[in-house]
């Protein structure tokens, strides 16, 4: 069975956090670890995460001194697997859980069932059987995003914000190895450097079964100002 070690970045999540969850998904899968990245919380996350390392060695947590932001965080956490984890894939999975951990072992059925995809990427897309709740004005912003995060990547992709992504080691090594410009749409950034060309044959959008929109999180107006950022670092690759 392949392996694979997911990032858990946190700040401030010692009231969201689910250590059950956690644990049972160790219990569940032993080819899974968690690396959890403490953002420099200022609440008692710290506290929670190194309770959850005593309880496995399958659990690891890094303390950042100070808040940096989701999207060095999480690539602190993935070059940090990199450089010393032996897992077959690596990830970063959102700490409130909005994507279970139940979906897990249908991500790594793409790798299996597909040996030319390098990444798979959670949709929030909205088919018949799968229960995707999300506010109302989360879904105008989400379509406003949507349509303007497709024509900077120029492929048909329906969601880049997901925050359920599961990457091999190789192309996390290739994709992670240098800062992100932006703070909130990294995730966008991710996709930019693995290439319009190469998009559609190395990544597959995942459709979930399961997502709910966990009170507390919320679409920051600076990732707009991300947008921004993303268009005009395009327009000086054209």
């Known amino acids: 069975m392949n392996t694979l070690s997911l990032v858990i970045p946190c700040y401030n999540e010692a009231a969201r956090l689910s250590k059950s969850a956690f644990v049972e998904a160790l219990l569940n899968w032993p080819w899974v670890s968690f690396c959890f990245v403490d953002d420099g919380s200022t609440d008692s996350t710290a506290e929670l995460l190194a309770h959850l390392t005593r309880l496995s060695p399958s659990v690891h947590a890094l303390y950042l001194p100070r808040n940096i932001g989701k999207a060095e965080a999480v690539r602190t956490g993935i070059r940090y697997l990199c450089e010393n984890a032996c897992s077959d894939f690596v990830g970063f999975w959102d700490a409130d859980l909005a994507t279970p951990l139940s979906e897990i072992p249908s991500f790594m059925r793409q790798f299996e069932e597909r040996p030319h995809i390098k990444a798979v990427i959670g949709s929030r897309w909205p088919h018949l059987g799968a229960e995707i709740t999300r506010r109302p004005m989360r879904n105008l912003t989400g379509w406003i995003m949507k349509s303007l995060i497709r024509h900077i990547l120029a492929v048909p ?5 997901c925050g359920a992504k599961i990457l091999t080691r190789s192309l996390a090594e290739e994709t992670f190895n240098r800062p992100f410009r932006t703070k909130w749409l990294f995730d966008v950034e991710l996709l930019m450097r693995i290439g319009r060309h190469r998009l559609s044959r190395l990544v597959m959008e995942h459709p979930l ?8 999180s919320k679409l920051d107006v600076h990732a707009f100002t991300d947008l921004f950022k993303l268009l005009a670092h395009r327009r000086e690759e054209l």
């Open 209 to 216: 079964h399961t997502w709910s929109d966990v009170p507390g």
């Open 157 to 161: 992709i329906w969601d880049t914000q």
